[in-house]
């Protein structure tokens, strides 16, 4: 659309500029937006000595005879085991901790992983407690059978969870992020295998 300013009177003229530039203003202020921060690595499996280890934490501790635990293998990590539903049992897992994470920032945790097509867990730990206990922050992802993907898992999703029981709160501190772990507990007894690139925070 042409205007033609000719013969406008000044007021007039004033109207319509003011109005054209609050017309751009949107636009031009989501042009100035802060662009998304970018992904930090958490662990990246190349064997650093300041990597910290993870540890296995299986069904054993209630009777369970579920077997599971963590190794690097040219910069992997595999989580293996065999999953067992006997004497009440049917989870095993694998946690890391080191230092305390701020993931303020972050909306997401993005892992690269190659599983067995078994329906996994991610889970995050804080200074957060119930019943003297730590409370642990989790979320399903699926896998394709031996196939590299990369899933996303969203922080808003994760639920807080004391031995399998779901809790109303406290929500997820994520300045406060003190251990990450993985784990399986699908239900189904039997061998499994997932082997993880890296993990970030973004």
């Given amino acids: 659309?042409?205007?033609?300013?000719?013969?406008?009177?000044?007021?007039v003229l004033a109207l319509i500029l003011t109005?054209?530039?609050?017309?751009?203003a949107?636009?031009?202020?989501?042009?100035?937006?802060t662009p998304p921060a970018p992904a930090v690595t958490l662990f990246e499996f190349s064997g650093s000595a300041n990597e910290p280890a993870w540890i296995a934490v299986n069904d054993g501790v209630m009777g369970g005879v579920s077997r599971g635990g963590?190794?690097?293998?040219?910069?992997?990590?595999h989580f293996r085991g065999v999953l067992s539903l006997e004497n009440n049992g049917g989870?095993?897992?694998?946690?890391?901790?080191?230092?305390?994470?701020?993931?303020?920032?972050?909306?997401?945790?993005?892992?690269?992983?190659?599983?067995?097509?078994?329906?996994?867990?991610?889970?995050?730990?804080?200074?957060?407690?119930?019943r003297r206990s730590r409370i642990s922050y989790q979320t399903e992802f699926?896998?394709?059978r031996g196939e590299w993907t990369e899933v996303t898992v969203p922080l808003a999703t994760l639920v807080p969870q004391f031995r399998g029981q779901k809790l109303s709160g406290p929500p997820l501190d994520r300045a406060?992020?003190?251990?990450?772990?993985?784990?399986?507990?699908?239900?189904?007894?039997?061998?499994?295998?997932?082997?993880?690139?890296?993990i970030r925070a973004k």
Avoid: H
Avoid at 1 to 9: A, G
Avoid at 102 to 126: C, M, N
Avoid at 176 to 198: C, H, K, M, Q, T
């Fill in 19 to 24: 109005s054209l530039l609050a017309s751009s």
């Fill in 142 to 144: 699926p896998t394709k």
């Fill in 26 to 33: 949107p636009a031009a202020l989501a042009t100035l937006q």
């Fill in 70 to 77: 963590a190794k690097l293998i040219d910069g992997s990590l």
């Fill in 91 to 130: 989870f095993s897992s694998i946690r890391s901790g080191g230092p305390t994470r701020d993931l303020s920032a972050a909306k997401a945790i993005v892992l690269r992983v190659k599983g067995d097509g078994r329906t996994y867990r991610l889970q995050l730990a804080t200074n957060a407690e119930f």
């Fill in 176 to 198: 406060r992020i003190e251990e990450i772990g993985l784990s399986l507990a699908d239900g189904n007894p039997g061998a499994f295998a997932l082997e993880v690139a890296w």
């Fill in 1 to 11: 659309m042409t205007i033609v300013l000719r013969n406008i009177p000044q007021r």
